[in-house]
C-alpha cells in the first residue's frame, strides 16, 4: 500500500474532509462530532460496533442523510452548503450497499449502464463499451445479460460496484458490503475491492472484515456512539491499540 | 319495467331433477359454468315437452343470441373503456399520493378515498347528469352518448380503485431502491418512471385484472340510467317474447356470458399471482 506517501499533507489534499459532524434521529445522537480527512488514493476502513454511526457517515458525505452541524467538504463541493448541487456531489462519490440495492427487472448491463445513459446523459454506445469494461474489471464477464435475480449474491453485489464506478467516481464508499453475503463470495468482492484500491482510488469502508482492514487500509478508525474514538495505520490501530475501548472491540470480533 | 315479475311461477322439482340427470353425463366443465349452463338447460329440457305451438326455449335462446350478445358487448365496450380512462388517470392519482408536495399529496388521497368509498350507481348517475349531452368544439357539436357517459360514470371508481393498487405497490418496493437510485443521481421522477413502476407492474397486475373482472360485471349498472347493454337487450328479448317460462332461462343465458368473459379473467389471475408471487 501507499500508506506513508499520502499520510504526509493530508489536510491539504483530502478529498473527503469532515469537521466537527453531528447527527441525531430523534433523541438518539448517532453523530456526535466527527472529524477526519481522507487524501487523494487513501484507503481509509471504519470499524465499530453496530449502531455507532458508521453507515450514517457514508450517507452523510454523499448529502444521503443531511447533517445537523459541522461541515462537510467532498472534492471541493461543500455538501453542508444550503447551494449544495446534489447531483454533481454523488456523480464524485459512488457508494455501494450492504443490500446491493440492484434494479431487479434490468440485466447487469444494463444496471450498470442506466445512470450514465439518463443521468449524465451519456452517448449510449460509448456507455456501453464502458460497462462491459467494467463488468470485465469485476471479473463478470459472460454474466453480462443475466438479471440480478439470476446472480449470487457476491456477483450481484460486484455489479453494484460495477455500476457505482460507471459514473467514474473519484470516491468510493463501501457500506459492510460483505455483510449480507455467504462467506465463499466474500473473497471474490474483496478481491474486487483490493484491486480498486491498488488502481489508486480513494475507499472509504465500513467493514467487519478485520483481516481485510487490516490489510488493505492506509488508515483504520475506529467508531463507538457517533465518535472516533481513535484512528492510526491499521499495524498500530491493531497491535497496539490505546483506549480501552478499541481493546475490548478489537479482542470481541478477532 | 316491471312486466315480468308479477308471474313467476314456481319450480316444478320433477321436470327439473329429469333435466339434470339428463345432462349430468355430459358435465365436463368448470363446476361453475355447468351450473349455469344446468339453469337454462332445465328449462329447455322442461318445456321443449309441453311447449306444444310455441318454440323451444332452447331454439328461442338460439334466436335470440345475436341480439342478447349485441347488447353483451356494450357490456364489454363500457368496461373497457372505463378500465382504460380510470387506470391512466388512477396511475397519475397513485403516483400523486406519494408527491413529496402536501399540496399535491393531501387531495389526491381525498379524491381517492372518497370515490372509492362511494356507491357505483350513485357516481354513475352523478356522471350521467353532470356531463352535458355534447360539446361544443370551434363551432363544431360533439355529441357525448349516453354509454360513453356511463363508462365515465365507471371509470372514477376505477380511477380510485387503481390510485390505491399504484400507491401500495410504490410503496412495498424496498427503500434500498430508493437510495441507490438516489445515491446515482437519479432524479425522482426518473426513479419513480424508470426504477420503481416497472417494478411495481407485475405486483399490480393480478389485482388491476381481478378489477376489471368487476367493472365488467358492475357494468349492467349502466342499464338503470337507461344506457342498453346486456340487461336491457335480456329485457326487450323477454318483452318482445311474452312468455313467463322464457324468464329464468334468459337471464341464466346472460349470466352464463358473463360467466364465460369473467371466468379465464379470473383463472389468469390467479395464475398470475401464484406465478409471480415470489418473483421479488
Wanted: charged share 20%; hydrophobic share 50%; glycine share 8%.
Amino acid at each position: 500500500m501507499a500508506a506513508g506517501g499520502t499520510m504526509s499533507g493530508i489536510s491539504g489534499d483530502a478529498v473527503v474532509s469532515l469537521r466537527d459532524v453531528h447527527k441525531s434521529f430523534g433523541a438518539t445522537e448517532v453523530l456526535g462530532g466527527i472529524s477526519m480527512d481522507v487524501g487523494r488514493g487513501d484507503v481509509v476502513c471504519i470499524i465499530g460496533p453496530s449502531g455507532s454511526g458508521k453507515s450514517t457517515l457514508l450517507r452523510c458525505i454523499n448529502a444521503l442523510v443531511p447533517v445537523d452541524r459541522g461541515e462537510i467538504v467532498v472534492a471541493g463541493m461543500t455538501v453542508t452548503s444550503p447551494t449544495l448541487d446534489k447531483l454533481a456531489l454523488r456523480r464524485k462519490v459512488g457508494i455501494v450497499f450492504q443490500q446491493y440495492n440492484l434494479f431487479p427487472h434490468k440485466t447487469a448491463l444494463q444496471n450498470v449502464m442506466m445512470a450514465p445513459i439518463h443521468v449524465l446523459k451519456r452517448d449510449r454506445r460509448e456507455v456501453e463499451e464502458l460497462a462491459r469494461q467494467l463488468m470485465r474489471k469485476v471479473r463478470l464477464s459472460g454474466k453480462e445479460a443475466c438479471y440480478p435475480g439470476e446472480l449470487s449474491g457476491g456477483q450481484q453485489q460486484r455489479v453494484a460496484i460495477a455500476r457505482s464506478l460507471a459514473m467514474k467516481p473519484e470516491v468510493m464508499m463501501f457500506d459492510e458490503v460483505t455483510a449480507a453475503l455467504d462467506p465463499e463470495t466474500v473473497k471474490e468482492v474483496l478481491t474486487t475491492i483490493r484491486e480498486l484500491a491498488e488502481d489508486g482510488m480513494t475507499c472509504m469502508l465500513v467493514t467487519h472484515e478485520m483481516g481485510f482492514a487490516r490489510e488493505i487500509a492506509d488508515r483504520v478508525y475506529f467508531t463507538d456512539r457517533g465518535v472516533i474514538v481513535e484512528h492510526g495505520p491499521p499495524k498500530e490501530l491493531f497491535g497496539s491499540p490505546r483506549d480501552p475501548r478499541t481493546r475490548e472491540f478489537l479482542e470481541h470480533v478477532l | 319495467m316491471s312486466r315480468p315479475f308479477a308471474v313467476l311461477l314456481p319450480f316444478r322439482p320433477g321436470d327439473g331433477l329429469a333435466g339434470i340427470a339428463g345432462h349430468r353425463a355430459d358435465r365436463r366443465a368448470a363446476a361453475g359454468l355447468a351450473l349455469a349452463a344446468g339453469l337454462i338447460l332445465v328449462h329447455a329440457a322442461a318445456h321443449a315437452a309441453t311447449a306444444g305451438a310455441k318454440p323451444a326455449v332452447l331454439e328461442t335462446l338460439w334466436r335470440w343470441t345475436p341480439f342478447l350478445l349485441g347488447g353483451f358487448v356494450w357490456n364489454i365496450v363500457i368496461s373497457a373503456l372505463a378500465m382504460a380512462v380510470g387506470t391512466a388517470l388512477g396511475f397519475l392519482l397513485g403516483i400523486a399520493q406519494i408527491s413529496q408536495v402536501r399540496a399535491v399529496r393531501a387531495p389526491s388521497w381525498f379524491a381517492t378515498q372518497l370515490l372509492r368509498n362511494a356507491p357505483w350507481l350513485v357516481l354513475l348517475f352523478y356522471c350521467m347528469y353532470l356531463l352535458p349531452f355534447q360539446l361544443h368544439v370551434f363551432g363544431t357539436r360533439i355529441g357525448i352518448p349516453d354509454w360513453l357517459k356511463a363508462a365515465f360514470g365507471f371509470a372514477l371508481p376505477v380511477m380510485a380503485y387503481v390510485s390505491e393498487i399504484v400507491r401500495g405497490a410504490i410503496r412495498s418496493i424496498p427503500a434500498g431502491q430508493w437510495e441507490s437510485a438516489e445515491a446515482l443521481s437519479f432524479t425522482r421522477s426518473q426513479t419513480i418512471w424508470m426504477i420503481v413502476i416497472p417494478q411495481c407492474l407485475k405486483r399490480m397486475l393480478p389485482a388491476w385484472m381481478n378489477l376489471y373482472a368487476i367493472v365488467t360485471m358492475a357494468s349492467v349498472l349502466a342499464n338503470v340510467v337507461g344506457v342498453s347493454e346486456g340487461l336491457t337487450a335480456a329485457r326487450e328479448m323477454l318483452a318482445a317474447e311474452q312468455r313467463v317460462e322464457l324468464l329464468l332461462p334468459v337471464y341464466a343465458y346472460v349470466l352464463l356470458w358473463f360467466f364465460a368473459y369473467c371466468y379465464p379473467i379470473a383463472r389468469a389471475t390467479v395464475f398470475l399471482e401464484r406465478r409471480w408471487a415470489v418473483a421479488h
